[in-house]
T-cell receptor, first 115, second 109 residues
Framework: GAGVSQSPRYKVAKRGQDVALRCDPI?????LFWYQQALGQGPEFLTY????????KSGLPSDRFFAERPEGSVSTLKIQRTQQEDSAVYLC?????????????FGPGTRLTVL | KQEVTQIPAALSVPEGENLVLNCSFT??????LQWFRQDPGKGLTSLLL?????REQTSGRLNASLDKSSGRSTLYIAASQPGDSATYLC????????FGAGTRLTVKP
């Protein structure tokens, strides 16, 4: 594909609902990253995959957050029992190389609003 | 823990002005530093990436410098245009990528 795509672009959830956010990285990119961006702030790292392996999940804020990339391409970020503080833009990025320091290409993000 | 600070938080300038955006970081043991642009409702677009061994990078009207020892980087935009209006984010790479909160730039026609 031409770039990183994410779906849905907007999601409104009632508090307590589960949500699933999808990321389609650039074809052939080995590394995939998830970030959370609160209003007026810079993105904050959540988790990192190299192919299907989740190498770093230190940024996930709680055990309600879960990410997977089972076939090493598409990734899903799942948030269980959503809370109002989960409202943010969730950004996905991919990079060609395995090294976590390679140039990252970002998707447009999913804006999650929890009511 | 790496802390990244961007000053100013917001900047408004008339078209044609040259301007400088500042980024500072607390841990100088970085692999690289990257400047991004973010338009409202959009993802991040990479502008310039400076490796830790480099002092500056240039692309068109943009020039980014890096002084690792002092923990500072600047993004210089020459002859600003209304289309440059966006939020500019700097990010440093240690073991993961840490972002500043950004500078919201408005260039008035």
């Amino acid at each position: 594909g031409a770039g990183v795509s994410q779906s849905p672009r907007y999601k409104v959830a009632k508090r307590g609902q589960d949500v699933a956010l999808r990321c389609d990285p650039i074809s052939g990119h080995v590394s995939l990253f998830w970030y959370q961006q609160a209003l007026g702030q810079g993105p904050e790292f959540l988790t990192y995959f190299q192919n299907e392996a989740q190498l770093d999940k230190s940024g996930l804020p709680s055990d309600r957050f879960f990410a997977e990339r089972p076939e090493g391409s598409v990734s899903t970020l799942k948030i269980q029992r959503t809370q109002q503080e989960d409202s943010a833009v969730y950004l996905c990025a991919s990079s060609f190389l395995a090294a976590s320091t390679d140039t990252q290409y970002f998707g447009p993000g999913t804006r999650l609003t929890v009511l | 823990k790496q802390e990244v600070t961007q000053i100013p938080a917001a900047l408004s300038v008339p078209e044609g002005e040259n301007l400088v955006l500042n980024c500072s970081f607390t841990d100088s043991a970085i692999y690289n530093l990257q400047w991004f642009r973010q338009d409202p409702g959009k993802g991040l677009t990479s502008l310039l990436l400076i490796q830790s061994s480099q002092r500056e990078q240039t692309s068109g009207r943009l020039n980014a410098s890096l002084d690792k020892s002092s923990g500072r980087s600047t993004l210089y935009i020459a002859a600003s245009q209304p289309g440059d209006s966006a939020t500019y984010l700097c990010a440093v790479h240690n073991n993961d990528m840490r972002f500043g909160a950004g500078t919201r730039l408005t260039v008035k026609p």
